[in-house]
């Protein structure tokens, strides 16, 4: 999943750098044309099939930077200028992009879970994994794994060859897609709150670097 997150980045950063000059720093236009083309190529770019994402603290700060180097170029700054990223936001009126994937994944998750039977995805949703993966299967050795598996509505069968099948009865999918939900509404809260805490984190470090900044310069002065 990094990979294809960073494969996002790679493509938004391109488009950032064919963007600059005719765009991003080009004084002739407004920023509200700026933040316009932000949110229609930039934005789209970088956050594609982010619905799917799984993210670490690691991927979480690479998209922030990358959302930065984008908003500060459109507010005319640099990273010596020591402005707090959410003044940026704040001055340009916009939202954290951390927070526009959060929302994304709780819509898709919702869409998932009020998905009518017969859906591909619901199904798998709603599956019930049982048996293990052989040794020999190549997923082990970083390959393409098939899987055997059974719709919910499907009469139960054997899986030949020790594959990994999916049964259950309807009941059974309904109360496993409950509970999956509980928890994955609680594991959405709980990366909200980190990503809430990672922009306080950041918030205090640009603080910090102002305040030496500015202490460096009143020794300077006063040398």
């Known amino acids: 999943m990094e990979r294809e997150i960073d494969r ?28 316009s083309i932000y949110r229609s190529i930039y934005v789209p770019t970088l956050t594609y ?6 993210t670490t603290e690691r991927t979480r700060s690479r998209i922030q930077a990358v959302e930065m180097s984008f908003l500060r170029r459109v507010a005319g700054r640099s990273l010596r200028d020591r402005v707090r990223s959410s003044v940026t936001r704040e001055e340009l009126g916009v939202e954290p992009l951390l927070l526009h994937v959060e929302r994304g994944q709780l819509r898709w998750l919702g869409h998932l879970y009020r998905m009518p039977p017969g859906r591909l995805p619901g199904e798998v949703f709603r599956a019930c994994p049982t048996g293990r993966r052989p040794r020999e299967d190549p997923g082990h050795a970083g390959g393409t794994m ?40 609680n594991v959405m809260r709980e990366r ?24 460096s310069r009143r020794r300077t002065s006063e040398s």
């Open 8 to 35: 996002r980045i790679g493509a938004a950063s391109a488009v950032m750098q064919s963007l600059y000059r005719t765009v991003v720093v080009k004084k002739e236009l407004s920023r509200k044309a700026k933040l």
């Open 49 to 54: 099939g982010h619905e799917l994402w799984v």
């Open 146 to 185: 098939s899987l055997d598996w059974e719709r919910p509505r499907d009469p139960p069968r054997r899986a030949g060859g020790g594959a990994l099948s999916f049964r259950c009865s309807a009941n059974e999918a309904v109360k496993v897609s409950e509970e999956t939900f509980t928890k994955l509404i």
């Open 192 to 215: 909200q709150a980190e990503v809430e805490q990672l922009i306080r984190k950041q918030q205090e470090n640009e603080e910090t670097r102002i305040q030496e900044l500015q202490h």
